[in-house]
């Protein structure tokens, strides 16, 4: 069946630094990524969706100079955080949408900034 | 904007009881409601999908149903198990524009053997 994989599962990184999450369609291609952020404890929040050679739609609230999204190619979407700080850390998930809405999610992605 | 509340927050229970979780969301007009299970730590894994049009979607020991024009979903889990215990959560799809998915808080439940 169709797989979005998602990659690094795990990542630390420096507070200041810039740390890139990939989100890939495996099996089809997906016009439409969607980004999501999970606190703990807390449910899912969509913070943008992304749209295959076009800029990404922002939820209000999230800084898109800050969480830079790029959808160059029908199967790879990129959520880059940028000047990460502590409050960043969190879980980043993606979900790609097949032709039709079918939506499957991505293993997730947690960001530990230290 | 749509909100989304799932009731109770957490639940536990012994193994072998039949559950219900409730959904409800505040915009009627969905194109869509899943159910997803959350394990610890991991991402989602879609239980049922139920379209707008249709009031119910079993799966083994999973049934869902939907009252769209209530705005209400709920989740029937029957005769639980340990291997249950996960957070669920409710999900209903925008019927326009980009169709993202819209989630609850979810339920928080364990399952004790």
């Known amino acids: 069946g169709a797989v979005v994989s998602q990659h690094p599962s795990w990542v630390i990184c420096k507070s200041g630094t810039s740390v890139k999450i990939e989100c890939r369609s495996l099996?089809?291609?997906?016009?439409?990524m969607f980004w999501y952020r999970q606190f703990p404890k807390q449910s899912l929040m969509l913070m943008a969706t992304s749209n295959e050679g076009s800029k990404a739609t922002y939820e209000q609230g999230v800084e898109k100079d800050k969480f830079l999204i790029n959808h160059a190619s029908l199967t790879l979407s990129t959520l880059t955080v940028t000047s990460a700080h502590p409050e960043d850390s969190s879980f980043y998930i993606c979900s790609a949408r097949l032709f039709g809405n079918t939506i499957y999610f991505g293993e997730g992605s947690w960001l530990t900034v230290v | 904007k749509q909100e989304v509340t799932q009731i109770p927050a957490a639940l536990s229970v012994p193994e072998g009881e039949n559950l219900v979780l409730n959904c409800s969301f505040t915009d009627s007009a969905i194109y869509n409601l899943q159910w997803f299970r959350q394990d610890p730590g991991k991402g989602l894994t879609s239980l049922l999908l139920?379209?707008?049009?249709?009031r119910e979607q079993t799966s083994g020991r999973l049934n869902a149903s939907l009252d769209k024009s209530s705005g209400r979903s709920t989740l029937y889990i029957a005769a639980s198990q340990p291997g249950d215990s996960a957070t669920y959560l409710c999900?209903?799809?925008?019927?326009?524009?980009?169709?993202?998915?819209?989630f609850g808080s979810g339920t928080r439940l364990q399952v004790q053997p």
């Open positions: 139920i379209q707008s049009s249709q």
């Open positions: 999900a209903p799809q925008r019927d326009t524009g980009r169709r993202a998915l819209t």
């Open positions: 099996d089809f291609q997906a016009t439409t």
